[in-house]
């Protein structure tokens, strides 16, 4: 994993530029504290930012490569599980390699067949390749988002990053927000818009998108989306065939040159991955595998079971690393070390995030960077496989709303009257724009139908969001974290898999639990899901509280926006907050975090509201 970075601007000369083009390199230093580079050629530029996972010597970007009078350059951020397939086809072809590594592969599949190339890497990559000759640029993301990939197009000229924070050092786009930033950020966030940047004038490639820009202009095509087909298996046959592709990707991405780990929270997902990896490593005599799990300080003193969490994690994890044989270490946040880090989380996602749930998986990452480099984590499951409660109680299922944030009650409430008046109607649009786009088949029942939509609104949204925190909070570290169940494959099957079936038996996740009953302890498959876990601890609530108080004494442009007044009341009295105002568990500690987070990333990024 890395960060890239570049520029093209007709008729400069970019090398006049190398302070600049250094100086948005060191933006991205987290993601690539190993090596870094820069490639100039008269009015481009392209930067790199190397963590190195594979091949280090022959690896080293960015990589040129002289074809047939043209020369090509690449810097890539990912990694490829197909490298080895893809190799062998390219070497059929003519092609040779000096190494092993994923950009190699890509660059040189990207030379023999052009804007095709995507369509042939099974990964998780975003690349920028410049060919010199007819000077134009290819930008590409992978087809699930695990990889990020922003940028701004202006007069003449266009910037790209792996981060935000790049594309402001550039100069070129300022920390401008107008109301339909203000609209996501308050009304959305902290999932948003597909391809929205929030800041005015950046956007981003979407998940299975490219793009080309050349003589000033920029054409962007999708190579890639959700398609409705029909499901022809029977129950025994997609059983299997459920079994057979994650095992597949599980086994392609334990591939690493460096020390990988494992996420492992006791719930179904991440154990299925480590009894996965562990039998592999078995079977192989490679020794055995190591496990970290997460939890705050007392926060069993303070445990409430809710319908969105059953029950602690602890006891589960236990029994998944006994009868995995695992090498195992808990690692235990401290609370006032979990609201501290409120603020490197916004630095990571250069917007207002996920808060707490952010700021613990930074901390977490952060601990698991000092001996490793690579982890994998089991995110995705919920999104493709019907894992939330939403997808499983008819009253919210038909709902005619995003299932994760259902009322604008609390949001519209700590903002002044008259501000941002059309929020709701923002929010309503997105909703329908996306239900509107999912693929469906004829003939399908209501709620066949019913789950095509939910599953785009989940893996257009939700999961995103959930990708964009795992990739940001654990490269902030420079720890890789890969991710198996967004294997393009398994998704293909998961959307048009019929509800029967991927619920086998009324379960959530039912296909999954089935298909790999065999493999883990009954207590685990069967066991009811529960989400990443948040702190009880009232500690945290009240380091909030206090912060937001000295918040709501500044006079600067959000607390122009904040009913002081509304805000204080949840400060006095958090259990008026009965439901989730995001996701599964974010309540009033998460509003307030909220709060820390939006103003200190309108004082730190310097945002100007337009």
Partial sequence: ???????????????ERIGTLNAMSETLDRRGPDENGIYVNGDAALIHRRLVVIDRENGKQPMAVRYKNKTYVIVYNGELYNAPELRESLRAKGFHFRGHSDTEAVLKAYIHYGVKAPEKLNGIFAFAVYCAADKSLFLCRDRIGVKPL?????NGGLVFGSEIKALLKSGVVKPRIDEQGLNEIFFLGPARTPSCGIFKDIHELNPGEYAVYQNGRLLRKRYYSLTA???TDNESQTIERTRALLTDAIERQLVSDVPLCFFLSGGLDSSIIVKTAANYNRTRKLGRIHTFSVEYRDNAKFFKKSVFQPNSDSEYIHMMTKDAGTVHREIILDNSLLADALYDSVEARDLPGYVDVDSSLLLFCR???????????????????GGYPWYHNRDILFEDCFPWSRTQEVRRG????????????YVRQRYLDTIQAAPKLKGESSRDSRMREMFALNFYWFMQCLLERKDRCSMFSGLEVRVPFCDYRLVDYAYNMPWKLKAWNGREKGIVRKAFEDMLPREIVWRKKSPYPKTHNPVYFNICAERVKMILQKKNALTEMLDKTAVGRIIKNPQSITTPWYGQLMQAPQILAYIIELDYWFEKYKVEIV
Avoid: N
């Avoid at 994993?1 to 090398?15: F, H, N, T, Y």
């Avoid at 922003?150 to 202006?154: G, P, R, T, V, W």
């Avoid at 700590?414 to 109607?425: A, Q």
């Fill in 1 to 15: 994993m890395c960060g890239i970075a570049g520029w093209i601007e007709k008729d400069c000369k970019m090398i």
């Fill in 367 to 385: 601990e698991i960077k000092q001996d490793y480099t690579v982890a994998l984590s089991g995110e995705c499951a919920d999104e493709l496989f």
């Fill in 150 to 154: 922003f940028y701004s197009e202006y």
């Fill in 414 to 425: 700590i903002l002044k009257k008259g501000v941002l008046p059309r929020g709701e109607e």
């Fill in 229 to 231: 087909h029909e499901h």
